[in-house]
């Protein structure tokens, strides 16, 4: 069967840096942007068995259960994924895509301890060298850039991710102290 939908020229976009893996910068804001943007990240996550890294406020239910196949690919290509979440109030029950994260053996969720809110960037990263990203500007308005071959943005993106985590870990150490 073949698709008859139009791709926008985002889609193009897209795929053009994909294909190329070019280094370019992808402006985009809308969510179907969003979401075309973490399809295309977690495919390649899968084909290239790289591993992912998943920042975000709560794990919006609606979105990320788009998400959860291509979640899968990778869970049976054996790819390590982890995800923090950076609101401790998060609602995780029912999230689909949490779940399978959870019951993934090399899967790792880290979280904020209740009452409290980690300020920080929304992101996911592929890779160790993190070269292939989405991340966040505004969350508020969705603002956000990717690209497929960066790795310069990636280098500074490791050091905001391991960042994060430090704090999401001595933040959840203090607490059961």
């Known amino acids: 069967m073949t698709d008859t939908h139009e791709k926008s020229a985002f889609d193009k976009k897209v795929d053009e840096c994909r294909k190329d893996e070019?280094?370019?910068l992808i402006d985009n804001a809308a969510i179907?942007?969003?979401?075309?943007l973490f399809q295309n990240l977690f495919e390649v996550a899968a084909e290239n068995e790289e591993k992912v890294r998943l920042v975000?406020?709560?794990?919006?239910n609606d979105f990320y259960s788009e998400l959860t196949n291509k979640l899968e690919a990778c869970i049976d290509k054996g790819v390590d994924v982890e995800v923090m979440l950076l609101n401790g109030d998060a609602e995780m029950e029912g999230n689909s895509f949490l779940d399978k994260v959870k019951e993934y053996a090399k899967g790792r969720v880290l979280t904020a301890k209740r009452g409290k809110n980690v300020p920080g960037a929304h992101m996911l990263l592929i890779g160790d060298e993190a070269?292939?990203?989405r991340l966040e500007l505004d969350h508020e308005q969705t603002k956000a850039i990717a690209s497929f071959n960066n790795p310069s943005m990636g280098e500074a993106l490791n050091v905001i991710y391991d960042s994060l985590r430090e704090s999401?870990?001595?933040s959840n150490s203090s607490?059961?102290?």
């Open 131 to 133: 070269k292939r990203f």
């Open 175 to 177: 607490a059961a102290a």
């Open 56 to 60: 975000s406020g709560t794990l919006n």
């Open 22 to 24: 070019k280094s370019d």
């Open 32 to 36: 179907n942007h969003a979401l075309y």
């Open 168 to 170: 999401l870990d001595s």
